[in-house]
């Protein structure tokens, strides 16, 4: 019986290991050192770096303007700075920032930081995380702008009501019935990685459909896919590839905000914690509405080519100027470029990626890029390219219009909440003002 009961123990033990990571098991009890060195593994798991560094600046001082359906938020100073960073916080005020969303002044977050996310992060990790921000970055005073969103929005105090419907507290619990590996990826998506809050569709309060976990998400320009089990060649292998590299053998190129996170982040990840975020994500049950089955589009042949040569659409004609140096007439790809025809982002419900990919460009840390071209193509010209393309060398089940693209031009569409929350001020003042008027008459008479 007492043996059986050190099995036991040994086992948790194993997967409280497993589940804390490599770098835990691998440390000497104790060593502020290796906890900052962990901490800093954490930190690029949690990819603070992208949303706390702006080009050519201090490492996490902040200042990045991050564009939300509600206005711009500009990022905190996150090093040891006393005067504009985290250096004056204790480990219990770090705690709360990082995973309740509440700073040390006792004011709110907006969770643009995805503090709902980090809530999963387990004691230690957080204990390595504060380490490494406080002993193992470089303190900068550097005073990043003010985040002023539109009333009612700039009442911070507006967050703990949010907080209290939507923030579940309760730090990441292994699931017994998986794997140790399974357990450590399900640990890295849902906290420190924070796939959830790009890839999970959102409420018309800014909150995630837990019913829709990580089955697609707009981040008002780029739109983030469904990353469950689907119709287009995400196995296992594809999502480790795709993490790592950027490329997945379904035909993937990462751009936009995942190929930073990449970059930034999962590129640099040890490669035994992203077999595990695979083995989680190709594990989980398959989307409630996935993306357009992956039809197969036939290549173009020479002799359709100079059929068509005399009768191209405006989006042909952009595509022959501006994209068929580099991806050929017939979406092929070549000189190591990708291929646009059945690109998996030709599978998305709607062209946003692909007109973002235009106006903005794909900018890989290393290896070619490809430019933008938002100063020399209209709204209407970029609709007309992503139409064709998506029709050309994909299912042609999406399309795109100049609006569209003009809203992406600005960093997306305003949040309907922004207006139905003026619309509830302005219902409550003229509300107030009719009782007033009511009371006066009543008093008058």
Known sequence: MVKLMHILIASAALLAAAVAGPALAASPAGSLAAQIERGKYLATAGDCVACHTQTGEAPFSGGVAIASPLGTIYSTNITPSRKSGVGAYTQEQFNRAVRGGVRADGSHLYPAMPYTAYAKVNDDDMAALYAYFMHGVTAS???????QLPFPFNIRASMAVWNALFLDTQPFVADKSKSVEWNRGAYLAQGLAHC????????????????????????????????????????????????RTGHAKNGATA??????????????????????????????????????????????????????????SAGEQLYRNS???????????????????????LHQPNADNVSMAILEGVWPE???????FAHELSDQQIADLSNYVMTTFGPGKANTDAGRVAALRQGGAASPLLWLARGGMLAAVVLLIFLLLAWRRRKTA
């Open 141 to 147: 005073d550097n005073a990043p702008p003010p985040t």
């Open 196 to 243: 959830s809050t790009c890839h999970t569709p959102r409420n018309f309060l800014m909150a995630e459909k837990h019913d829709l976990y990580l089955q697609g998400g707009s981040l008002g320009t780029w739109y983030a896919p469904a990353i469950t089990p689907g119709k287009n060649g995400w196995d296992q292998q594809a999502l480790m590839d795709y993490l």
């Open 255 to 312: 751009a936009g905000p995942m190929l930073e996170a990449i970059d930034k982040s999962f590129a640099k990840m040890d490669p035994q914690d992203i077999q595990a975020m695979a083995a989680y994500l190709s594990d989980l049950p398959g989307a409630k509405h996935d993306a357009t089955p992956a039809a197969v589009v036939p290549p173009v042949s020479g002799s359709d080519i100079a059929e068509m040569a005399g009768k191209a």
């Open 323 to 345: 994209c068929a140096a580099c991806h050929q007439n017939n979406g092929d790809g070549m000189r190591g470029l990708p291929a646009l025809r059945n690109h998996t982002v």
């Open 366 to 372: 290393e290896g070619q890029g490809m430019p933008g």
